[in-house]
């Protein structure tokens, strides 16, 4: 049975005078996190690394075609 997530994609700035990220907000369902994250990244070079945070939610620290983005997923 698929969950349903509450998502947030941040896009970090590699710019040495921009601090800013890009963040983006999404509800999606899936019955398995990390293969959307190898789906979302087909790169073959993807390379992340998951945590599980004390509130269940799940992050994902992605980098893939040289840059870093963090996808984190809660369950509504």
Known sequence: MKK???TVWEIFN????NQ???VFFDEIETDDPEAYIRQKFPDKNLKY????EADGSLV?????SGIRQRFTFTEI
Request: aromatic content about 10%; some cysteine; proline content about 0%.
């Open 49 to 52: 690394e998951k945590t599980v």
């Open 14 to 17: 590699e710019c040495a005078n």
């Open 20 to 22: 800013m990220r890009d």
């Open 60 to 64: 994902f620290d992605i980098e893939t």
């Open 4 to 6: 349903e997530y509450e």
